[in-house]
Nanobody, 114 residues
């Protein structure tokens, strides 16, 4: 059974940084791409970006390009989302996603506010 567990969310001031982690289990992590999404309550979930199985191909939404970085450590079954220069519009619940299996984590809240 696929399980995805996010952590690292919290409250941060505008311009600050956070690093989210997602630990995966239940599948051979190193073989599959992973994604990050975010969702504001009442609004459709937005794709933040995706990283290939080996980490060599990464794409980002225009809204986060240049500020967010996705990486992975296949030895630790973990995918990361490094978020810099955070803005109030980045406030959302952030979800880890395994697109091949359709599974989601429980989400972690990120709030950007002064």
């Amino acid at each position: 059974q696929v399980q995805l567990v996010e952590s690292g969310g919290g409250l941060v001031q505008p311009g600050g940084s956070l690093r989210l982690s997602c630990v995966a289990s239940g599948f051979i992590f190193k073989l599959y791409p992973m994604s990050w999404y975010r969702q504001v309550k009442g609004i459709q979930r937005e794709r933040v970006g995706e990283i290939s199985s080996g980490g060599g191909l990464i794409d980002y939404s225009d809204s986060v390009k240049g500020r967010f970085t996705i990486s992975r450590d296949n030895a630790k079954n973990t995918v990361y989302l490094e978020m810099n220069d955070l803005k109030p519009d980045d406030t959302a619940v952030y979800y880890c996603h395994a697109p091949t299996f359709g599974d989601w984590g429980q989400g972690t809240q990120v709030t950007v506010s002064s």
